[in-house]
């Protein structure tokens, strides 16, 4: 555990491990509670949090874990097959006798969702932030071994147990201290995005809004006054929303069916002969390519059939058709 905290300049890192008595499993609240009880025990901290961020590597395999996960997964998302909150946060309370309720929210995160794409193992993060993750066995197959049967590490090797369940933690925290300090460095706020490109996303906000440009004009949206029928209230009132402006709104279908992304494929089924195959791919080709989009002039779109007028510099899109040539198989 680590925290942020102005009026607690002197806190401290801590860490523990819970052992449930017997085969129950901890909620949510039990694990928070045996965590900020050992924070204020060992003296690393002297105040509870009210805003939490439970932090995972692959969250889908541990949060079930919990014997409220039925729960609290109505409060959390999925992106990417795994665990995380996205508009909501885990309210946990606390009742004290003295000071009577205290509310905590609760974020739930998932580092592998914020690693650059080459370093989502845990081990890769463990490299990144100098926290090397712990090695069971030198013999591979004896580490596979412990790996699937934990319960069999903690009976042979409990002090070996201990510091590969901590190492981990102490990985993720390590990996969430430097993402903290660089929102603040580069977007003046301490928090941790729910994914990585979260972060670009509001830089990007924050540099259009330095110079004077409407975030909406940028992607082709405008705000339009619209009428709903309140039921709670029993009669109808107006609101804002962002929609498409309708120069684009009309490209939407097949600018959607456009977006894609990369594909690979082999057209040869079965063994092929033998040689050397190369598989060509661009670093930054989608940012590269993107650079070259200027303002675009939403309003003034139009269809065309002269494929001269798509270059590449062009911002357009196209239904196309085509074959290969008769010599490739």
């Known amino acids: 555990c680590s925290i942020y905290d102005p009026g607690q300049p002197d806190a401290v890192e801590w860490s523990g491990i819970c052992y449930p008595e017997g085969n129950d499993r901890l909620s949510l609240a039990d694990l928070l509670t045996f965590a900020f009880h050992q924070g204020i025990a060992t003296g690393a901290v002297n105040k509870l949090p009210n805003k939490v961020y439970l932090a995972g590597h692959f969250t889908r395999a541990d949060f079930p874990a919990f014997k409220d996960f039925q729960t609290v997964s109505k409060l959390i998302g999925s992106v990417r097959a795994t665990f995380l909150s996205i508009d909501n946060h885990i309210p946990i309370q606390y009742w004290f006798p003295d000071d009577g309720p205290v509310k905590i929210e609760v974020v739930l995160r998932d580092t592998m969702l914020l690693t650059p794409a080459t370093s989502?193992?845990?081990?890769?993060?463990?490299?990144?932030?100098?926290?090397?993750?712990?090695?069971?066995?030198?013999?591979?197959?004896?580490?596979?071994?412990?790996?699937?049967?934990?319960?069999?590490?903690?009976?042979?090797?409990?002090?070996?147990?201990?510091?590969?369940?901590?190492?981990?933690?102490?990985?993720?925290?390590?990996?969430?201290?430097?993402?903290?300090?660089?929102?603040?460095?580069?977007?003046?706020?301490?928090?941790?995005?729910?994914?990585?490109?979260?972060?670009?996303?509001?830089?990007?906000?924050?540099?259009?809004?330095?110079?004077?440009?409407?975030?909406?004009?940028?992607?082709?949206?405008?705000?339009?006054?619209?009428?709903?029928?309140?039921?709670?209230?029993?009669?109808h009132e107006k609101r804002l929303v962002d929609v498409n402006i309708r120069e684009v709104d009309w490209h939407i279908p097949l600018a959607t069916e456009c977006y894609h992304g990369g594909r690979n494929e082999q057209f040869w089924f079965g063994p092929a002969f033998e040689d050397n195959w190369t598989d060509f791919d661009l670093t930054g080709a989608y940012p590269t390519a993107m650079a070259l989009i200027g303002m675009a002039d939403w309003r003034s779109a139009y269809v065309s059939l002269d494929l001269d007028q798509f270059t590449h510099r062009t911002l357009g899109i196209a239904n196309v058709e085509f074959e290969f040539p008769e010599h490739v198989k």
């Open 120 to 235: 989502k193992s845990l081990r890769a993060l463990g490299d990144l932030v100098g926290v090397p993750k712990v090695v069971l066995d030198d013999d591979p197959v004896l580490e596979k071994h412990y790996k699937e049967n934990m319960d069999q590490l903690l009976a042979d090797r409990p002090e070996l147990f201990e510091d590969y369940a901590i190492t981990d933690a102490i990985i993720c925290v390590r990996y969430l201290d430097q993402l903290i300090r660089q929102c603040d460095d580069i977007l003046g706020w301490r928090k941790v995005p729910a994914t990585l490109t979260g972060i670009g996303v509001d830089l990007l906000m924050q540099t259009w809004k330095a110079a004077d440009l409407d975030p909406l004009e940028m992607i082709g949206k405008e705000e339009v006054v619209v009428s709903y029928f309140n039921k709670r209230l029993g009669r």
